[in-house]
C-alpha cells in the first residue's frame, strides 16, 4: 500500500544495500501487533529494508510468526521494560537502560541501524536519545520537525520545533531554520525553500525581543545559507502556499499542532454527522463518495505521521502514539527515505556550514556542500 509520505523526486529507491531500521516495538498505545503490521506493509514495498525490533521476545515473537515477509528480515532485540507514555524523562533517563526505547536508540548510537522509530513517550524519547546520540555540533536545542498539509505544489509545509523543548532564543530559532531548510531541501526536493519566523502578526513591531533578533540574523544569513526569508508569518499562513518553513518555539509549536489535529477531527466528525443525519444526505454521501475520500486522503494525519528530531547525531522518528497501522508504515517509510538520502550527515554539514559561514562573522559565496545539502 503506497501511503501519502512525501518522496524526494531524486530518492534513491533501488540500492542493493539493505536499510536496517530499529524500531521501538513496546511504546505506541495499540501494543505490538500494530506496529508489526505497519512493518508488514512496508516490507510489502520496500524490499531494501530490514529491522531490529526492541521489546518483550515473548509478545513479539508469536505475531512475528505469522508473517512470512519478515523472515529473516527482522532480529529481536529482548528488552524486559517499557517507557510508560506518563513516565517521567528524568526518571527514564536514570533507570530506562532495560527498556525496548532505550534499546532501539542503541542501535543507532552503534551504527546497526541508521533510524530509528518508536510511537512512546515523546519527552523521554528526547531525553534518551540527547545522553546516547549527544547533540549535533553548534546544536544548543534539538528540534522536532513534521510535515504540516499545505497549498504548496509540494502538499506539505515543514514546521519546526513542535514539542522537543518550549524554550528557544534567537540563535536556536536560526539553527532551526538552517536545519528546516536542509529538510525542505531533502524531504521536499526543495532548493531553496521559503523560511518564515512564526509570530502574533507580520507587523515588524510585534511579537517577543527574541523575535526580532532572530528575524534580523535569519534574514542576514539567508542568501549565505541559500534559502529564501519572508519574514513574520502567523497561524494562519502555517497550511499555505507562502511558506515552506515553518519555524518557531516548541511551546508555541506544539500548541499549534495539537490545535491543527483537534480541529481536523472536529471537522471530520461534523462531516459524518452532516452525511449520516437523514436518508438524503445519505444519499448525497454516496454521490460525493469518490470526493469525500480524496478529502479523507488529502488530511489525513496517518499519512504523514512521524516527527523528525533534527540536531542530533543519529536519526529518531516520533511516530503518533496512537498510531495504527498506515501511521506506522508512514514513519517507517519516512524513516527509509531520510536513511537512503544520507539526510543526518547533510542536515549536520548544513547547520555547521550555516554557524561557520555566519554574515556576523564573514560573507562567502563559496559553499563546500552545495550539491550533497540536496
Known sequence: MQTGVVVNPKFVQNSSAKTVISIDAMGGDHGVGVVIDGMVRAANTLPEINFILHGREQEISPLLSKHKILKERVQVRHADDVVKMDDRPSRIMR???????????????????????????????????????????????????????????????????????????????????????????????????????????????????????????????????KFKYVGFVEGGDIPSD?????????????????????????????????FTRNIFSKISALLALRNLRYLRHKIDPRQVNGGVFLGLNGTVIKSHGAADATGVEAAIRLAFQLSQLGFNEKLAARVAYGLQNSQDNHETDDDPIVGSDK
Not at 104 to 133: F, P
Not at 263 to 270: H, M
Open 95 to 225: 533507570h530506562g537502560k532495560s527498556t525496548s526505547m532505550w534499546s532501539s536508540l542503541e542501535s543507532v548510537r552503534q551504527k546497526e541501524a541508521s533510524v530509528a522509530v518508536s510511537c512512546g513517550n515523546t519527552g523521554a524519547l528526547m531525553a534518551i536519545a540527547m545522553i546516547r546520540l549527544r547533540k549535533a555540533q553548534g546544536v544548543k536545542r534539538p528540534a522536532i520537525a513534521i510535515l504540516w498539509p499545505s497549498l504548496n505544489p509540494q502538499g506539505f509545509n515543514v514546521m519546526l520545533d513542535v514539542g522537543a523543548d518550549i524554550r528557544a532564543d534567537a540563535q536556536d530559532l536560526k539553527v532551526f531554520a538552517l536545519m528546516g531548510a536542509s529538510y525542505a531541501r531533502n524531504g521536499l526536493g526543495l532548493e531553496q525553500p521559503r523560511i518564515g519566523l512564526l509570530n502574533v502578526g507580520t507587523e515588524d513591531h510585534k511579537g517577543k525581543p527574541e523575535l526580532h533578533e532572530a528575524n534580523d540574523i535569519i534574514a542576514a544569513d539567508a542568501t549565505t545559507n
Open 242 to 274: 507562502k511558506v515552506d518553513v515553518i519555524v518557531t518555539d516548541g511551546f508555541t509549536g506544539n500548541v499549534a499542532l495539537k490545535t491543527g489535529e483537534g480541529t481536523a477531527n472536529l471537522i471530520g466528525f461534523r462531516m459524518r454527522e452532516a
